[in-house]
Protein backbone atom coordinates (compact mmCIF):
# COMPACT_ATOMS: atom_id res chain seq x y z
CA UNK A 1 0.00 0.00 0.00
CA UNK A 2 1.53 3.17 -0.86
CA UNK A 3 0.53 7.41 -0.21
CA UNK A 4 0.86 7.79 -4.14
CA UNK A 5 -2.17 7.18 -6.55
CA UNK A 6 -2.29 5.52 -9.86
CA UNK A 7 -1.87 8.83 -11.70
CA UNK A 8 0.68 9.80 -9.05
CA UNK A 9 2.81 7.47 -10.42
CA UNK A 10 4.08 8.43 -13.83
CA UNK A 11 7.32 10.56 -12.73
CA UNK A 12 7.73 12.66 -16.17
CA UNK A 13 4.73 15.09 -14.79
CA UNK A 14 5.49 14.73 -10.76
CA UNK A 15 6.23 18.23 -9.83
CA UNK A 16 9.14 18.19 -7.38
CA UNK A 17 7.94 18.73 -3.39
CA UNK A 18 10.73 21.46 -3.00
CA UNK A 19 9.48 23.48 -5.66
CA UNK A 20 5.96 23.22 -4.21
CA UNK A 21 7.05 24.46 -1.44
CA UNK A 22 9.29 27.53 -2.31
CA UNK A 23 6.05 28.70 -4.37
CA UNK A 24 4.18 28.43 -1.26
CA UNK A 25 7.17 30.00 0.75
CA UNK A 26 7.34 32.57 -1.79
CA UNK A 27 2.81 33.52 -1.78
CA UNK A 28 3.49 33.28 2.27
CA UNK A 29 5.70 35.87 2.25
CA UNK A 30 4.35 37.88 0.01
CA UNK A 31 0.70 38.21 1.83
CA UNK A 32 2.45 38.91 4.85
CA UNK A 33 4.29 41.39 3.59
CA UNK A 34 1.61 42.77 2.02
CA UNK A 35 -1.04 42.79 5.11
CA UNK A 36 1.68 44.79 6.56
CA UNK A 37 2.10 47.31 4.68
CA UNK A 38 -1.37 47.79 4.81
CA UNK A 39 -1.30 47.95 8.21
CA UNK A 40 0.96 50.65 8.82
CA UNK A 41 -0.29 52.35 6.10
CA UNK A 42 -3.57 52.31 8.32
CA UNK A 43 -1.80 53.29 11.72
CA UNK A 44 -0.10 56.35 9.01
CA UNK A 45 -3.36 57.93 8.13
CA UNK A 46 -5.31 57.22 11.25
CA UNK A 47 -2.19 59.24 13.40
CA UNK A 48 -2.04 62.03 10.14
CA UNK A 49 -6.15 62.48 11.34
CA UNK A 50 -5.52 62.33 15.01
CA UNK A 51 -2.68 65.42 14.50
CA UNK A 52 -5.07 67.38 11.90
CA UNK A 53 -7.87 67.17 14.67
CA UNK A 54 -5.60 68.38 17.63
CA UNK A 55 -4.42 71.28 15.35
CA UNK A 56 -8.11 72.31 14.56
CA UNK A 57 -9.08 71.95 18.15
CA UNK A 58 -6.19 73.57 19.63
CA UNK A 59 -6.77 76.80 16.63
CA UNK A 60 -3.37 75.64 14.99
CA UNK A 61 -3.16 74.87 11.16
CA UNK A 62 -2.11 71.67 10.03
CA UNK A 63 0.10 71.74 7.28
CA UNK A 64 -0.01 68.13 6.32
CA UNK A 65 3.87 67.53 5.83
CA UNK A 66 3.88 69.38 2.63
Known sequence: ???LSPTG???AEETDWAV???IAL???IGLL???AC???WRRRIALQRAAESR???GGQV???GH
Open 1 to 3: MTL
Open 9 to 11: LDE
Open 20 to 22: VVG
Open 26 to 28: VAE
Open 33 to 35: WGA
Open 38 to 40: VTL
Open 55 to 57: AVE
Open 62 to 64: FSG
